[in-house]
Every structure is written in structure tokens, then in C-alpha cells.
């Protein structure tokens, strides 16, 4: 049964950077079938697409975050992450990463299984 | 347009059944997913595609679109159906993803 863990820190100053992990069990990270993405979630708040990266390195991204946005992979560690730069107050989120796949026409796309989630609180 | 809409919030009575909705134009060319997210966990994938459940999910939840509209139906809601329900698909101009705001369901 594939799992994902997300790692990082959990406060992390402002204009600093966010730094997480995603780590995959039960399943191979290298699989031609899916994608792996990113989804944070503000206190109180709905959801939001960050990001979602295919195992040779394509990566895409949410406008509204590109510029702050790096994610990549190692497929060596079944790992990928997530890098979020010059982080404010309204970064503060529980930040979920999420197997990603769609139909071959792109018509539909989901995200499951999920990470349990990790709570990143912006502050000094 | 970049958005999904969906209503705050929504109440059916326990056994009844009840239909949730998401609105937007990228809806009348890509399928709507949905989510459930109960308080404190990760959100699970209920329907996706045209109407298909990922195995474990009841088959009183099912889905449906027409022109910009995508509906979650629930037949014969659960006491455990209380939940966060949310939308997802494709935005036609960017080709990018986007969340609906999200349906706070009720059950009485």
C-alpha cells in the first residue's frame, strides 16, 4: 500500500525558506503512471494547488507561487520536495504532498493516496 | 476563468439524500474531482473522472457534470458523511489545478 510522509521544520522565520520532504513507501517513486504534487491548506482555510513534479524532473507549478516555488526529486531516496522562498505570515499552512495522476487526455486529475500532513507556522 | 465555486455550507437529513455543487467555466471542458476532509485528517479522493470511486468508497457517493456545473450527490447520507467536501480540476486558461472554496455538509 503506497504511503507518503511529509519532514521538515515546523516554524520557519519570515523571508527565510520553507523546506520539506516527501517521503514514498510501498511503491515506486519512478513510475511512468503517475505524478507527485504538493497541496497546502491555511489555518481554517480550503485548499491550494502548489505544485506537482513528474519523476524525470518536469515540474508545474501554480502561478501564483511560481516565483517562490522550486520542487524536485530523488528518485534514488523515493523522495521529493518542496522549497517555498521569501516565506510571509500567509505561508503559515499545513502543507500535504500527494500522489498525482490523470487520464491519458488530461480531461481529469486526482490526488491520492495523501501524506498526513505537516503544519509549517511562519513567525518570528 | 481560474475559479471553482462551490456553497459554504449544506444540511441534509440523516438517510436523505444531497447534492453538492461546484461551479466554474473550466468545468465545461475538464471533469471535476472530489474530496472529503474530516476535521484533523488529509482529504480523501471520493469521486474522480466521470464518476468513478476509488475502492473503499460507498457507492452512495456518486458524481455528475452539466455544462458548468459538477455535482457530488450522497444517497442516503451517513452520520459519518459529516465532512469538508472540496473540488478540483484543470483551469482552462492556464492548464493549471485549482480548488473549489470548499462545502462544509451537515448531517442532522
Known amino acids: 500500500q503506497l504511503q507518503l510522509q511529509e519532514s521538515g521544520p515546523g516554524l520557519v522565520t519570515p523571508s527565510e525558506t520553507l523546506s520539506l520532504t516527501c517521503t514514498v513507501s510501498?511503491?515506486?517513486?519512478?513510475?511512468?503512471?503517475?505524478?507527485w504534487g504538493w497541496v497546502r491548506q491555511p489555518p481554517g482555510e480550503g485548499l491550494e494547488w502548489i505544485g506537482t513534479i513528474y519523476y524525470s524532473g518536469s515540474t508545474y507549478y501554480n502561478p501564483s507561487l511560481k516565483s517562490r516555488v522550486t520542487i524536485s526529486v530523488d528518485t534514488s531516496k523515493s523522495q521529493f520536495s518542496l522549497k517555498l522562498s521569501s516565506v510571509t505570515a500567509a505561508d503559515t499552512a499545513v502543507y500535504y504532498c500527494?500522489?498525482?495522476?490523470?487520464?491519458?487526455?488530461?480531461?481529469?486529475?486526482?490526488?491520492?493516496?495523501w501524506g498526513q500532513g505537516t503544519l509549517v507556522t511562519v513567525s518570528s | 476563468s481560474s475559479e471553482l465555486t462551490q456553497d459554504p455550507a449544506v444540511s441534509v437529513a440523516l438517510g436523505q439524500t444531497v447534492r453538492i455543487t461546484c461551479q466554474g467555466d473550466?468545468?465545461?471542458?475538464?471533469?471535476a474531482t472530489w474530496y472529503q476532509q474530516k476535521p484533523g485528517q488529509a482529504p480523501v479522493l471520493v469521486i474522480y473522472?466521470?464518476?468513478n470511486r476509488p475502492s473503499g468508497i460507498p457507492d452512495r457517493f456518486s458524481g455528475s457534470i452539466s455544462g458548468n456545473t459538477a455535482s457530488l450527490t450522497i444517497t442516503g447520507a451517513q452520520a459519518e458523511d459529516e465532512a469538508d467536501y472540496y473540488c478540483?480540476?484543470?483551469?482552462?486558461?492556464?492548464?493549471?489545478?485549482?480548488f473549489g472554496g470548499g462545502t462544509k455538509l451537515t448531517v442532522l
Open positions: 478540483n480540476s484543470r483551469d482552462s486558461s492556464t492548464n493549471h489545478l485549482v
Open positions: 500527494a500522489r498525482h495522476a490523470a487520464d491519458g487526455s488530461g480531461s481529469y486529475h486526482w490526488f491520492d493516496p
Open positions: 473522472g466521470e464518476n
Open positions: 510501498g511503491g515506486s517513486i519512478s513510475s511512468s503512471d503517475y505524478y
Open positions: 473550466s468545468l465545461r471542458s475538464y471533469y
